[in-house]
T-cell receptor, first 114, second 109 residues
Framework: NAGVTQTPKFQVLKTGQSMTLQCAQDMNHNSMYWYRQDPGMGLRLIYYSASEGTTDKGEVPNGYNVSRLNKREFSLRLESAAPSQTSVYFC?????????????FGSGTRLTVV | DAKTTQPTSMDCAEGRAANLPCNHSTISGNEYVYWYRQIHSQGPQYIIHGLKNNETNEMASLIITEDRKSSTLILPHATLRDTAVYYCIVRVRGGKLIFGQGTELSVKP
């Protein structure tokens, strides 16, 4: 029972490099989310996708882009990485945005930008 | 979504009940109270949620006051593996989860 799978688990980037964080879920969930967590802080919502084909900004979208490739996959792209984007990134999914459902989270991607 | 206030940290003896409080005095009638926890730096784990009635599942119990302005998460027999950061979140139906700072619970032998 995989749930939500994130790749890679760790990544070091140089300032200005680009990369894509991958997320896939196997629970047939409609809604997916990207959060970031900085040391000692709670999670902050970057982008979310209510359903396949739609994406919307969350609390802290600047510097990121997302793609809902299909129902299973939701990727997060950093076009030009900055040290301020050093963080742990979590992907999550839920059955729907409008229902009263809990979220299932992945195990995170630890990104360091030097 | 209404804001929540939680203590920054709490201790609990192993085998005893852990009672984690949460204030949400501005909660409105259609907002649910959710609890998640995060162990080390793993992804948050769903624990329980409720609207106005008390709720119980295999992990915990949730007690919501009659005026719904506060709630308590109860872990009936805390173990060392329950050491984690616990987040109380108020979420309108259909709204997104917005995390606060949470309570760092330390379960001690």
């Amino acid at each position: 029972n995989a749930g939500v799978t994130q790749t890679p688990k760790f990544q070091v980037l140089k300032t200005g490099q680009s990369m894509t964080l991958q997320c896939a879920q196997d629970m047939n969930h409609n809604s997916m989310y990207w959060y970031r967590q900085d040391p000692g802080m709670g999670l902050r919502l970057i982008y979310y996708s209510a359903s396949e084909g739609t994406t919307d900004k969350g609390e802290v979208p600047n510097g990121y882009n997302v793609s809902r490739l299909n129902k299973r996959e939701f990727s997060l792209r950093l076009e030009s990485a900055a040290p301020s984007q050093t963080s742990v990134y979590f992907c999550a999914s839920s059955e729907s945005l409008t229902g009263n459902y809990g979220y299932t989270f992945g195990s995170g991607t630890r990104l360091t930008v030097v | 979504d209404a804001k929540t206030t939680q203590p920054t940290s709490m201790d609990c003896a192993e085998g005893r009940a852990a009672n984690l409080p949460c204030n949400h005095s501005t909660i409105s009638g259609n907002e649910y109270v959710y609890w998640y926890r995060q162990i080390h730096s793993q992804g948050p784990q769903y624990i329980i949620h409720g609207l106005k009635n008390n709720e119980t599942n295999e992990m915990a119990s949730l007690i919501i006051t009659e005026d719904r302005k506060s709630s308590t998460l109860i872990l009936p027999h805390a173990t060392l593996r329950d050491t984690a950061v616990y987040y109380c979140i108020v979420r309108v139906r259909g709204g997104k989860l917005i995390f606060g700072q949470g309570t760092e619970l330390s379960v001690k032998p």
